[in-house]
């Protein structure tokens, strides 16, 4: 595999102005790229909801509109990209080179030993779990196997959420090692503690009633009833 994309390569990618189509290659055979992409693309579309995104977006038309010099005419397209971009410079939440939180968004991601994102991997490799915490000190991690069994993740043991520092990026120890078998994990974050028998009986429920639906343990939704925000991943576990 290729060198990751760069966040700024993403962007223009996301934004329509990668013509030579290799981001589009990249993303499509890189797990980590397209779950950064994914990240990334629901940011730009929260952002653009806005209302100070769309002043910035009203006015720049405005002033277009205004011009009555011929070459925003062939401007138009470059302008309208300056203004996506704009408004994510300003309103998207920003991540530092580490891919650090800042407040306000919560995340949830794999690491290997040397740090890079995992979302595929073998039994017996070494996984550590990584939390964007945004604004809460409460996370509960809950993994859901290919057979629909619902376990604690993290903390490990005990009735309620772990603590963690809010407004970065945690990595939760001890590391994890993989056993066979593709799982989905589950966090939860809050102010005050979550008690996990509650979580678990949410997250099974939601389990049964996708089953009833057809669907696979592993496309389950995380319960958006158990804590004040939630993140979600996927372990794909190659035999």
């Not at 300056?82 to 690491?111: F, H, W």
């Amino acid at each position: 595999m290729a060198e990751h994309l760069t966040r700024l390569e993403l962007d223009e990618w996301l934004s329509g102005l990668d013509a030579s189509g290799r981001a589009e290659r990249h993303v499509a055979a890189c797990p980590a790229c397209g779950m950064l992409a994914e990240r990334m693309r629901q940011a730009r579309e929260s952002s653009l909801r806005e209302p100070r995104a769309k002043a910035v977006l009203a006015r720049l038309e405005e002033k277009r509109a205004r011009s009555a010099k011929p070459l925003w005419s062939w401007g138009v397209p470059w302008v309208a990209a300056l203004a996506v971009g704009l408004a994510l410079v300003v309103y998207v939440p920003r991540a530092t080179e580490d891919d650090v939180r800042l407040k306000g968004t919560v995340a949830l991601r794999l690491l290997s030993a040397q740090g890079a994102p995992v979302a595929d991997a073998s039994p017996g490799e070494r996984v550590t779990l990584a939390v964007g915490t945004g604004t809460y000190r409460n996370v509960l991690v809950l993994a859901v196997d290919e057979a629909g069994a619902v376990d604690q993740l993290w903390p490990q043991e005990g009735p309620t959420s772990g603590t963690v520092k809010p407004g970065a990026e945690v990595k939760l120890s001890p590391p994890l090692e993989v056993t066979p078998g593709s799982v989905a994990l589950h966090a939860f974050f809050a102010d005050a503690p979550l008690d996990v028998e509650q979580a678990r009986a949410a997250l099974t429920s939601s389990v049964v009633e996708a089953r009833e639906k057809g669907q696979a343990p592993l496309d389950v939704a995380t319960p958006g009833d158990i804590g004040k925000a939630q993140a979600r991943t996927l372990l794909r576990v190659m035999p």
